[in-house]
């Protein structure tokens, strides 16, 4: 979430001070309390910058920030203008910018609200230049370069499941056996929910193809490591990784621990459809990769409803 509120600031070029923020229990369950005067907006002792001076915006992100948006908007009178980031659960209108991902059920109001803006899955913190100029330095760390690179990113347990060692066996022989038609060596890049099994299933199946597990004893590959890969599977958990590798014009392909459902299972449905990934049980040679780069609009669309704004 906060890299997602850094992708906004930097794609408006504002220069910008992260806060740690905690909210107390009940305005996270009823955000719009925060418009009553006087009404706490955090836990213990008040914070100076709820005090004041006030920023020129506040960019949060998720449901259970939205009501220190509300209530900041209010403290600063209006000063401060709100970008928020995911459904919050209430009206668009207790914000002076909302900006949702397509896959959420907002999204088909946006023709009801002015200042929604739509966004394609995540927002991505990522810029491509920087990170291809790492490519001399991803080589000298993952040689020898004699094979095609296959970037493959784990996700894990999430509120809606937990991955099963069935699960990652599963999804493991099938990754592998991708990679071997393509005489591809795998770079595999666990995240901090992919269980710890994981290392030793995945490290069972490498008899003889030398892939690598980054195993977090030396510094995260990630995101440099894009620059070298030929392609690149994500697990389907993540909206935020999914988004983050169609950045590179690289056939994106989609692992599933279990079959997605609700709100994860539309987006995936968007991206399959809009041609940016494509499920690796289906994967073919006839994907044309298409790149994502969707800050440059956001961007500029938050600017044209902040320059309506009232003063």
Not at 46 to 67: A, E, F, L, Q, V
Not at 108 to 121: P, R
């Amino acid at each position: 979430m906060l890299k997602q509120s850094i992708a906004i600031a930097n794609s408006l070029n504002l220069l910008y001070n992260t806060l740690e923020a905690h909210p107390t229990p009940i305005l996270r369950l009823f955000p719009k309390l925060a418009k009553i005067p006087t009404w706490r907006l955090t836990i213990g002792r008040t914070p100076s910058w709820i005090r004041g001076p006030y920023p020129d915006y506040i960019i949060s992100c998720g449901r259970r920030m939205s009501g220190l948006s509300i209530g900041l908007r209010r403290l600063s009178k209006g000063k401060s203008k709100t970008i928020h980031i995911q459904d919050p659960g209430i009206s668009p209108k207790n914000f002076d910018v909302l900006v949702v991902p397509s896959h959420d059920r907002l999204a088909a109001s946006e023709h009801k609200y002015s200042n929604l803006v739509i966004s394609t899955g995540s927002l991505s913190w990522l810029v491509k230049d920087e990170i291809m100029e790492s490519r001399s330095k991803m080589i000298d760390r993952f040689s020898p370069m004699d094979k095609p690179q296959i970037i493959l990113l784990l996700g894990g347990n999430n509120r809606r499941y937990r991955v099963t060692k069935k699960n990652l066996t599963r999804l493991a022989m099938d990754v592998y056996e991708y990679a071997n038609t393509k005489n591809a060596r795998l770079i595999i890049i666990p995240s901090s929910r992919t269980p710890k099994r994981a290392k030793s299933i995945f490290e069972h199946l490498d008899k003889e193809q030398k892939h690598i597990f980054w195993d977090g004893k030396t510094s995260n590959p990630y995101p440099e490591v894009f620059s070298i890969a030929n392609e690149i599977i994500v697990t389907s958990d993540s909206v935020n990784m999914v988004t983050e590798a169609c950045l590179f014009g690289l056939p994106v392909f989609i692992a599933h621990w279990q079959e997605e459902k609700g709100r994860i299972a539309n987006f995936h449905k968007i991206m399959n459809s809009s041609g940016y990934t494509q499920y690796l049980q289906k994967a073919n040679e006839n994907l044309k990769p298409k790149i994502l780069n969707q800050m440059p609009n956001i961007a500029m669309q938050i600017s044209m409803i902040l320059s309506k704004a009232p003063n």
